[in-house]
Nanobody, 124 residues
Framework: QVLLVESGGGSVQAGGSLRLSCVAS????????MGWFRQAPGKEREFVAA????????YYSDSTKGRFTVSRDNAKNTVSLQMNSLKPEDTAVYYC?????????????????WGQGTQVTVSS
């Protein structure tokens, strides 16, 4: 059974930083890719970043590139999202997810396992 547990959300002022973590279990990490998505109230779920577990190759949305960094720790079965220079528009619930298909990294329909989400609030 795939289990994804996020942590690290919170409240921060604009320009600040937060680090989210996602502890994963129940699947073979070496042939998986993981994604981070976010969803603000009244909006659709939005791609943030993705990483291929085996190679650590990373992909970012245009809105997070240069500010966010996704990484993985094999020993801890953890995927992390370091978020710097946060803006009020980054406020959302952040989810990690396991990608199961060969489609686009930015399409949430290509992910079949999701964590419970963690709230990030950025005040101006």
């Amino acid at each position: 059974q795939v289990l994804l547990v996020e942590s690290g959300g919170g409240s921060v002022q604009a320009g600040g930083s937060l680090r989210l973590s996602c502890v994963a279990s129940g699947f073979t990490f070496s042939n998986s890719a993981m994604g981070w998505f976010r969803q603000a109230p009244g909006k659709e779920r939005e791609f943030v970043a993705a990483i291929i577990w085996a190679t650590a190759s990373a992909y970012y949305s245009d809105s997070t590139k240069g500010r966010f960094t996704v990484s993985r720790d094999n020993a801890k079965n953890t995927v992390s999202l370091q978020m710097n220079s946060l803006k009020p528009e980054d406020t959302a619930v952040y989810y990690c997810a396991r990608k199961y298909s060969s489609g686009s990294y930015s399409n949430p329909h290509n992910y079949n396992s999701w964590g419970q989400g963690t709230q990030v609030t950025v005040s101006s």
